[in-house]
Structures are given as C-alpha cells and as structure tokens.
Nanobody, 121 residues
Framework: QVQLVESGGGLVQPGGSLRLSCAAS????????MSWHRQAPGKERELVAS???????NYVDSVKGRFTISRDNVKNTLYLQINSLKPEDTAVYYC???????????????WGQGTQVTVSS
C-alpha cells in the first residue's frame, strides 16, 4: 500500500518561510506527476504547483515567485519551499502523486493527509 506523508507545516509570521515535504512509501514502481494543493477554510481545494517526473514545473499565478516545487526521485519525496508568506496562504496543504505500484495496473492517484500552514502575526 502506498502512503504519502506530509510534514513541515506550522505557524509563521507574514513574510516568513516554510519548507513542506511529502514522502511516498510502500511498493513503488514509478512516480509520475506530483503536485501540491491547498484548501483554505470555506474554499475549494486548489492546485498550487505541479512537477513532472522530468522536472517541469507549473504554478498558480498567486504563488509565482514565492513558492518553489521540487522533488527527489531517489527518495520519492516532494518539496514545497514557501517564501514571503502572506495571511492568504493560510490553508491545509496536501500533496498528490500519480504512482504505479504494480507493473500490471495503471498508475493511481494518491493523496497525503494534509499539513496546516497558518500565517499570522
């Protein structure tokens, strides 16, 4: 069974930084696209940043220049470096990965449990 476990969230002042991590574990044949999403209170979950297995990245406009997504394909770990945090970045951050865990089946979508990021003075 594949699991994604996030870490690195917390309470930070405006202008501060955090680094989120998402480690995939279990039987993993290959990891395709990976991404970070967030859900603020009362709002729908939104895609924040994504990265392909080759390292190509995309970001939602509101985080461009402040967030950096990266991955370690050896450790099967996804990262999100968040700088210049704003109160509107407050949300639960979730990682997502498309993972093949069986050579006979198509890759499946997996989600982490979420990590809270709160930006407040």
């Amino acid at each position: 069974q594949v699991q994604l476990v996030e870490s690195g969230g917390g309470l930070v002042q405006p202008g501060g930084s955090l680094r989120l991590s998402c480690a995939a574990s279990g039987i993993i044949i290959s990891v395709n696209g990976m991404s970070w999403h967030r859900q603020a209170p009362g709002k729908e979950r939104e895609l924040v940043a994504s990265i392909t297995s080759a390292g190509s990245t995309n970001y939602v406009d509101s985080v461009k220049g402040r967030f950096t997504i990266s991955r370690d394909n050896v450790k099967n770990t996804l990262y999100l470096q968040i700088n210049s945090l704003k109160p509107e970045d407050t949300a639960v951050y979730y990682c997502n990965a498309v993972i093949r865990s069986n050579r006979y089946d198509r890759p499946s979508d997996y989600w982490g449990q979420g990590t809270q990021v709160t930006v407040s003075s």
